[in-house]
């Protein structure tokens, strides 16, 4: 059994910042990636931020420089700290998480809202 709980999110001004966190209990041995991906109403769900065992850190063009992906190991959490932020970052947020050894399994947050007013 796997939970991923995200928290952090609400309503903040264009320019402010924001700190997303996500809980992952059960087991979480060889989880290789994590990422947070967002969905805004109506729009496809989209990958922000990745981090994996292989590759390090990746982010979406829109985000760079302005977010940053981090894992806590040690928590069992991952984070996204989100700095000058705009009205397009409006979105549910997602965690995700992965493990691959015999088979693929991913896992998914219930996900939280962030809304960024201009």
């Known amino acids: 059994q796997v939970q991923l709980v995200e928290s952090g999110g609400g309503l903040v001004q264009a320019g402010g910042s924001l700190r997303l966190s996500c809980a992952a209990s059960g087991n979480t041995f060889r989880f290789n990636a994590m990422a947070w991906y967002r969905q805004a109403p109506g729009a496809q769900r989209e990958l922000v931020a990745l981090v994996s065992s292989s590759s390090g850190t990746n982010y979406a063009d829109s985000v760079k420089g302005r977010f940053t992906i981090s894992r806590d190991n040690a928590k069992n959490t991952l984070y996204l700290q989100m700095n000058s932020l705009k009205p397009e970052d409006t979105a549910v947020y997602y965690c995700?998480?992965?493990?691959?050894?015999?088979?693929?399994?991913?896992?998914w947050g219930q996900g939280t809202q962030v809304t960024v007013s201009s």
């Open positions: 995700y998480a992965q493990r691959t050894h015999m088979i693929l399994q991913t896992y």
